[in-house]
Nanobody
C-alpha cells in the first residue's frame, strides 16, 4: 500500500520560510515524478513544483526563484523549500506521486 506522509507547514509572516516534507512508503520512490500542489481557499488545486526521477524540475511561474523542490531517494522523501513567502502562497499543500497517490495535505498560512 502506497502511503505519503507530509510534515511541515504552519503559520509564517510574509517574507518568511517554511519547508515541507513528504515521506513515501510502499513504492519504488526513485522511479516516479513527485509533485507539490496547493489549493487556496475558493480556488482549484494547482501544481506548484515537480521533480522527475532524474532530478529535472519545473515550477509554477508564481513561485519560480522562491521555492525549491528536491528529493532524497534513499530516504524516499521529497521536500519543498519555500522562501520569501507571500500571503498569496496561503493554502493547503499536497504532495503526490505521478498525480496518483496523494499526501494528507498540510496548511500553510502566510500572514502578519
Amino acid at each position: 500500500q502506497v502511503q505519503l506522509v507530509q510534515s511541515g507547514g504552519g503559520l509564517v509572516q510574509p517574507g518568511g520560510s517554511l519547508r515541507l516534507s513528504c515521506a513515501a512508503s510502499g513504492i519504488i520512490f526513485s522511479g516516479y515524478t513527485m509533485g507539490w500542489y496547493r489549493q487556496a481557499p475558493g480556488k482549484q488545486r494547482e501544481l506548484v513544483a515537480a521533480i522527475g526521477s532524474f532530478g529535472s524540475t519545473n515550477y509554477a511561474d508564481s513561485v519560480k526563484g522562491r521555492f525549491t523542490i528536491s528529493r532524497d531517494s534513499a530516504q524516499k522523501t521529497a521536500y519543498l523549500q519555500m522562501n520569501s513567502l507571500k500571503p498569496e502562497d496561503t493554502g493547503v499543500y499536497y504532495c503526490a506521486i505521478a498525480g496518483r497517490w496523494w499526501g494528507q495535505g498540510t496548511q500553510v498560512t502566510v500572514s502578519s
